[in-house]
């Protein structure tokens, strides 16, 4: 009986060792396909005019360097805002916070606000922000909407991070005399850098990739602006560039054009944000 016992847990072991095996298959195949599709039809559209000049309607010339320069603004004032109140939320949470109860509300509504579709808030944020608040159609406008966005994704991983450092290194720091900010300062944040770095990459993704909302807060005008005043107006990201030129105008090759610059922009941006989080964990350990 031990044995057929036996025999019947080494085939459900080899069973779930080949399920796994094909589902990594099919996941890394379907990313590459994706990847190598739009690389190729991408590439060959892409020329240096297309890349640093503005379109004018006069000359037919299509660039993309305006949307170039709001993508880049948008991550920027995004970032600064939603790390701010993120890491703060998440440090509240998991060093101050004495309710449990409030510490599930909170928690509660980050989830809810972490699964309401984007076009949603794209309309909560052309009232409030463009309206109510009189930012009219602006780049400030679609940043603020992309804080509240990606804010629960921010804040969820970084508490989780900062769950993983032992309660040891709090300890010992308390007892050699530390205060409470001076021991969350220099010991535990630095021991969760990666868990933040981790935040910084998934809200640059969905930066990235958000269109929806961006179309009724942000606009999208193809202007070159500098980077304060750009804040002020209207701007169209890569995103909604990319929506206008396949579903407005039907220029595909544009469209597969733009999507490669935004696989490169990404792929460019998390090195630099892994090179940030090594030279960062370097430092705190000399």
Request: hydrophobic share 50%; aromatic share 10%; net charge positive.
């Amino acid at each position: 009986m031990i044995g057929q016992i036996s025999k019947k847990r080494k085939m459900y072991i080899c069973f779930m060792n080949i399920i796994m095996i094909v589902s990594v298959g099919v996941t890394c195949a379907l990313v590459l396909f994706l990847i190598s599709y739009v690389l190729i039809k991408g590439i060959p559209n892409i020329t240096w005019n297309f890349i640093a000049t503005k379109p004018s309607y006069l000359t037919g010339n299509i660039g993309i360097l305006p949307d170039i320069l709001n993508t880049i603004t948008i991550i920027i004032t995004t970032l600064f805002f939603a790390l701010h109140l993120g890491v703060g939320a998440a440090i509240y949470l998991n060093e101050y916070a004495q309710n449990k109860k409030i510490v599930a509300m909170i928690e509660y509504a980050s989830e809810t606000l972490s699964g309401i579709p984007s076009i949603i808030y794209g309309l909560v944020g052309m009232l409030f922000f463009c309206q109510f608040l009189n930012m009219k159609t602006s780049l400030l406008a679609g940043a603020m909407t992309l804080v509240i966005m990606n804010l629960p994704t921010i804040m969820r991983t970084a508490q989780e991070s900062l769950k993983t450092v032992p309660q040891s290194y709090r300890e010992g720091a308390f007892g050699l005399g530390a205060g409470k900010w001076r021991v969350i300062h220099t010991v535990v944040l630095p021991e969760c850098i990666d868990g933040i770095v981790t935040g910084c990459m998934l809200s640059i993704g969905r930066i990235l990739g958000e269109s929806a909302a961006l179309l009724f807060t942000a606009g999208f005008a193809h202007t070159l602006h500098g980077f304060f005043t750009g804040l002020t107006s209207s701007g169209a990201t890569l995103t909604v560039a990319l929506y206008v030129y396949a579903k407005e105008q039907g220029e595909f090759e544009v469209a597969f054009a733009i999507a490669a610059i935004l696989m490169i922009l990404t792929l460019i941006i998390n090195l630099l944000a892994n090179w940030i989080s090594y030279r960062l964990k370097r430092r705190i350990a000399e």
